[in-house]
Antibody
Framework: EVQLLESGGGLVQPGGSLRLSCTTS????????MSWVRQAPGKGLEWVSS????????YYADSVKGRFTISRDNSKNTLSLQMNSLRADDTAVYYC?????????????WGQGTMVTVSS | EIVLTQSPATLSLSPGERATLSCRAS??????LAWYQQKPGQAPRLLIY???NRATGIPARFSGSGSGTDFTLTISSLEPEDFAVYHC?????????FGGGTKVEIK
């Protein structure tokens, strides 16, 4: 069974940092692009960042560019999101999601999400 | 950046009725559009990819159509478990984007 499990969320002060992790199982991680998608309380979904299967290409939403860094460890089947200079509007549930066909496709598998709250 | 506009924001229907949800793109996304279902407290679930292909395990009452800028998700006969929020998403160009969602509620 394909599974994604996020961790690392919590309460952080504005300007602080947090590192999210997504531990995966049930599929050949190194063959698939991965992404982070977030959802602020009561709001819609917002794509945050994606990384290709090889790890050599990354994309970011303008809202997080220069503050967040996506990375992956294909030897540990793990996806990460380093979040710096956090702001109140980064408060959201953060989901990791698998891309369905290698480096292209929709988000076919999602984790359960981890909550990030940015507040003083 | 491609903006996706979903309508209506809320759809009030009864079980057994047909639901028609719309997603309009600010520029052509070809057929690179997906639909997701999300229930309260749960992660989204992929329903339709590339405009009209049902994802694995999705019932046949869900169907997608459209290309270019106008897309439709149809639920032919609503089951009690179908009342949820539906999101569309384009993968035609970066940045990826989602629509604002349509809530299908029980009338």
């Amino acid at each position: 069974e394909v599974q994604l499990l996020e961790s690392g969320g919590g309460l952080v002060q504005p300007g602080g940092s947090l590192r999210l992790s997504c531990t995966t199982s049930g599929f050949t991680f190194r063959n698939y692009a991965m992404s982070w998608v977030r959802q602020a309380p009561g709001k819609g979904l917002e794509w945050v960042s994606s990384i290709w299967s090889s790890g050599d290409t990354t994309y970011y939403a303008d809202s997080v560019k220069g503050r967040f860094t996506i990375s992956r460890d294909n030897s540990k089947n793990t996806l990460s999101l380093q979040m710096n200079s956090l702001r109140a509007d980064d408060t959201a549930v953060y989901y990791c999601a698998k891309i369905e066909f290698g480096d292209y496709g929709a988000f076919d598998i999602w984790g359960q999400g981890t909550m990030v709250t940015v507040s003083s | 950046e491609i903006v996706l506009t979903q309508s209506p924001a809320t759809l009030s229907l009864s079980p057994g009725e047909r639901a028609t949800l719309s997603c309009r793109a600010s520029q052509s996304v070809s057929n690179y559009l997906a639909w997701y279902q999300q229930k309260p407290g749960q992660a989204p679930r992929l329903l339709i990819y590339d405009a009209s292909n049902r994802a694995t395990g999705i019932p046949a009452r869900f169907s997608g159509s459209g290309s270019g800028t106008d897309f439709t998700l149809t639920i032919s006969s609503l089951e009690p478990e179908d009342f949820a929020v539906y999101h569309c998403q384009q993968r035609s160009s970066w940045p990826l984007s989602f629509g604002g969602g349509t809530k299908v509620e029980i009338k």
